[in-house]
Every structure is written in structure tokens, then in C-alpha cells.
């Protein structure tokens, strides 16, 4: 029997322990998911004290030297709460052990030290697939992720005691992690891996170039935004790297918790439901509209939205949208935070039809599932979207996601065109031109087939029948995988 694949897969977040992002979710179910597949998975974190004081920790190397660090750095072993695989985490109070977002401070703006923090981490991760690793056990595949890893790519390359293969994957190509020229002899690299062909970007450093160039295989989060990305439009100043090497560029779709996000079983929803019997979700509209203030109307669609407020989002096109659609029969209900000025706009405007549109500020995550139960129409507008989780839960909670045709966004929902209903494959709404104009037809059009209700339910079921679990997203990483062992 042959042995199992080992693996190593450094994150900067993981789910349930740190998230802010599509990457902590991620981080949290696909190990779990490629253990039940036989691989020996095993999770590497930087010790945020939201990491510390949620596990029971022991150490396993104490006083490690990396980077001439004149602070301690030890490894500490645990388990993830909720899937129980093995987890490092690397104890370092100077570096990781503050309050709030793992990588930015209160003034919104980067960590100072961010350059420090994470070549540490990515020296560390490295150094566990080489034959001087702290520990016994040595990976066959050290996985990296988004740029916060990147360089562990570069250290392994340049390291002749490694024992492991590299991959990377892009959750979102437009953070390269960039920092001074400087800092290279700092980081114990050497001086010819800062040019064009090595981790030079524009007379930066950018650990997510490191990662794109020296490790042995990229993967990025949807098929289309793998190929999104090697065009200028989308490629952040990357693409004529990932062009160079698309032969070792692959897109694996996201998939979800099924588990966590299933509205039959859901414990943040007061009423719970399933595709053959759907009555608790119009009581999920009635008990939202009545939290946010809405007036509760069966024969209204309501709107959601869940979403960082960011260009990048099209949460910007909304207010035009709003003014386009005065006369449309809709609510609009929308949770999430980020773009000062957008925030600004939104609370004025919400302010002015608060009949039509509830703003909450911030991140709940208990509203998130109340309003992906309660809408009946899930916006996503996005300019670019590596891959997208909302659409997916919407589907699985029978809220018919509206959604620009984008990275994977496009991958995922099939438009309700006149041959879609006809053959029953549709499960949302999709548009092209990022515009408010074009996001207002569309949604004239969910509106106009919510009045519909059985050709309304048709969608519905057949969007929630989809499956989005993470079993044959984990299958294709195990083939490749196994195809960098060959």
C-alpha cells in the first residue's frame, strides 16, 4: 500500500481559529477535506493571540534561530477545534501576539513590521520541508497561500537539504506583498534572486512574485480567473509571469462547509428549511425584515448583500443602481465594511429610503447567515472575483445569487436565460459590463421571474440540488499532488 501524501499547508488563517477573508474559510476545510481523501494534512499558522487562546498548545521546539531573530520563536503542536487535523503554530509575541486584524493596525494601514512578521513565517515553513526541519515529520508538498507565504517558495528553492515540493495558490493576485530592496540581506536571501526572473517587482520586493516564480506549481481558486489573470486587465503586473508559466498554472474552484452552511441544519437561523420543504425560508424573510426594519411583504424580493464595500465589490455601481430602479418593487439589505467613503454614501442613502434599504456596518457573523436565508435575491456585482463563496452559499440556501460574469462567479452560476429555464439548468442572474445600467437590467429581470412563483421555485430547487462541497475540489489537488511526486 503506498504511503500517504504529507502535507504542510501554510496559511496566514484558518477557519474558525483567525479569518478575514474567503482564505481563512478555505484554510479550514480543505485539509479536513484531503485528510478523508488519505493525506497526512497538517496546518501551519503564526500565533495570534486569537490562535493562542483558542487551542490547547504544547511545545515542540523551543528558542528556534531564524532570520537572526533577536526574539524567541518557538513551534508549538495542537489540533484544529472543529476537524481535530494537526496544527503548528509559531509562537513569536513581538511578531504575532497583538490585538485586532492579523495584518493591519488601527489606522487601516499595513503593520510595520509585515515584512519581518512574514518572512519569519515563510522561513520557518520552509525550513519544516528540508532535511534541517525542527521536527521529525517532513512533508512530501509544503502549500502555500497568497503572499503572506510567497517567500517560503524562494527559501526552499535556494535550500539544498529540501525535501518537499512547492505550490502555491492565488486567493487574490492584487495583494503582492511588496516591501524596499533593502531588507533582502535581512532576509538572508541571495542577491541575484532580486531581479526580473526571481522576486523583483517594479524595484520592490514582492513575496507574492517569490512564491509565483520559484514554486513548482501555481494553482489559483476558479478556472476562469486562471485565465483572468494572465491578461494586463487582471493580472496586477503579474500576468506576463503567469502567461510565461501557464503550463504550471491550474484553477481549482473553491467549494464550501456544507456542513456549516446548510440551511436545514443551520443554528444562526430561526426557522430552518431544505429544497423539499421550503416554507421556513419565507419565515427567514419575515423574522430579517423585522431585525433590519423592513416592511415584511411576500409579494417584494428582498435583496441581500454581504460584502466588503470596495470598488473591487461594485458595491459603488448601488447608489446609481438605486436611483435607475425607484420605481422596481425591490428591498435592499446589505452588512459589511471597508471603503470609508463608500460607507459614507451607503449611510446617506439609506438614510433617504430607509423603506427600501437597511445598512448594516461592520461584519455579524450569525446576520450574514440570517440574511443568506432570509433574501430571496443575493447581489454580487464584483469587477473581478478570484472565486466567490457567497454565490455558492446563496444556492445552497435557495437565494438565487445576482452576479457579474467574473472570475468564479462566472464558473459557478448559470444565467436564467429562455433556454436555461427551459432546460432546467439555471440558478441565478448574471451580467457582463460593470455598469449600473447593466447590474439594473439584471436585476429587472429577477424581479420580473420572482413574480413567477413556479418558475421561481423551479430555480430555486435547482440551485440548491448543486453540489459545492469540497470532495472533487479536493480529488484535483490530490491528482496534482500526486502528479509533482511523479
Known amino acids: 500500500m503506498a504511503r500517504k501524501i504529507r502535507l504542510l499547508f501554510a496559511t496566514p488563517e484558518a477557519h474558525p481559529l483567525i479569518k478575514t477573508g474567503g482564505l481563512g474559510d478555505v484554510s479550514g476545510a480543505l485539509p ?14 503564526p500565533g495570534y493571540p486569537q490562535v493562542l487562546n483558542a487551542l490547547p498548545l504544547r511545545r515542540v521546539r523551543r528558542n528556534l534561530s531564524i532570520l537572526s531573530s533577536e526574539q524567541p520563536v518557538n513551534l508549538l503542536s ?17 511578531l504575532y501576539e497583538r490585538e485586532g486584524n492579523p495584518y493591519l493596525g488601527s489606522d487601516g494601514k499595513g503593520w510595520a513590521d509585515n515584512a519581518q512578521r512574514f518572512a519569519v513565517f515563510a522561513r520557518i515553513a520552509a525550513s519544516m520541508a528540508t532535511a534541517q526541519s525542527p521536527l521529525r515529520w517532513h512533508p512530501d508538498i509544503l502549500h502555500l497561500n497568497d503572499w503572506q507565504t510567497g517567500l517560503a517558495a524562494a527559501y526552499l528553492a535556494f535550500d539544498p537539504g529540501r525535501c518537499a515540493k512547492s505550490v502555491i495558490s492565488i486567493h487574490n493576485l492584487a495583494f503582492p506583498g511588496t516591501f524596499p530592496p533593502h531588507l533582502l540581506g535581512e532576509l538572508e536571501l541571495p542577491w541575484h534572486s532580486y531581479q526580473m526572473h526571481g522576486l523583483e517587482f517594479y524595484q520592490y520586493i514582492s513575496y507574492l512574485k517569490a512564491g509565483l516564480f520559484y514554486a513548482d506549481h501555481i494553482t489559483t481558486v476558479s478556472p476562469s480567473y486562471a ?43 430561526e426557522y430552518r428549511y431544505s429544497a423539499t420543504r421550503l416554507a421556513g425560508k419565507a419565515k427567514n424573510r419575515s423574522a430579517l425584515r423585522k431585525r433590519l426594519g423592513l416592511t415584511d411583504d411576500a409579494k417584494i424580493p428582498l435583496v441581500g448583500m454581504v460584502a466588503r464595500l470596495t470598488d473591487q465589490k461594485g458595491v459603488d455601481l448601488i447608489p446609481a443602481m438605486m436611483k ?48 443568506e436565508a432570509g433574501a430571496d435575491i443575493f447581489l454580487m456585482p464584483s469587477r473581478y472575483e478570484p472565486c466567490g463563496l457567497n454565490q455558492m452559499y446563496s444556492m445552497r440556501y ?24 427551459h432546460d432546467g439548468t439555471a ?60
Open 32 to 45: 479536513p477535506a484531503l485528510t478523508s481523501l488519505g493525506v497526512d494534512a497538517r496546518i501551519l499558522l
Open 78 to 94: 495542537g489540533k484544529m477545534p472543529d476537524s481535530g487535523i494537526p496544527v503548528y503554530v509559531i509562537e513569536s509575541p513581538s
Open 227 to 269: 485565465q483572468e489573470i494572465q491578461q494586463p486587465e487582471l493580472g496586477a503586473g503579474l500576468h506576463g509571469l503567469l502567461h510565461d508559466r501557464n503550463s504550471d498554472l491550474t484553477g481549482i474552484l473553491n467549494g464550501i462547509d456544507t456542513g456549516i452552511w446548510n440551511p436545514a441544519t443551520d443554528t444562526q437561523l
Open 324 to 371: 435607475l430602479l425607484k420605481q422596481l418593487p425591490f428591498q435592499l439589505a446589505i452588512l459589511g465594511g471597508g471603503d470609508k467613503a463608500i460607507e459614507k454614501q451607503l449611510t446617506a442613502l439609506a438614510s433617504s429610503m430607509h423603506e427600501r434599504l437597511s445598512l448594516t456596518l461592520g461584519y455579524n457573523e450569525a446576520l450574514a447567515h440570517q440574511i
Open 398 to 421: 435557495g437565494t438565487l445569487p445576482l452576479v457579474r460574469s467574473t472570475g468564479g462567479l462566472a464558473d459557478t452560476v448559470t444565467d436564467a436565460t429562455a433556454a436555461a429555464l
Open 427 to 486: 440558478t441565478g442572474f448574471v451580467f457582463k459590463e460593470s455598469s449600473a445600467e447593466a447590474l439594473s437590467e439584471c436585476l429587472q429581470r429577477a424581479v420580473a421571474l420572482y413574480a413567477q412563483p413556479r418558475a421561481w421555485r423551479r430555480v430555486q430547487k435547482q440551485a440548491m440540488t448543486r453540489d459545492f462541497g469540497w470532495e472533487q475540489s479536493a480529488k484535483r489537488y490530490l491528482e496534482l499532488y500526486r502528479g509533482l511526486l511523479a
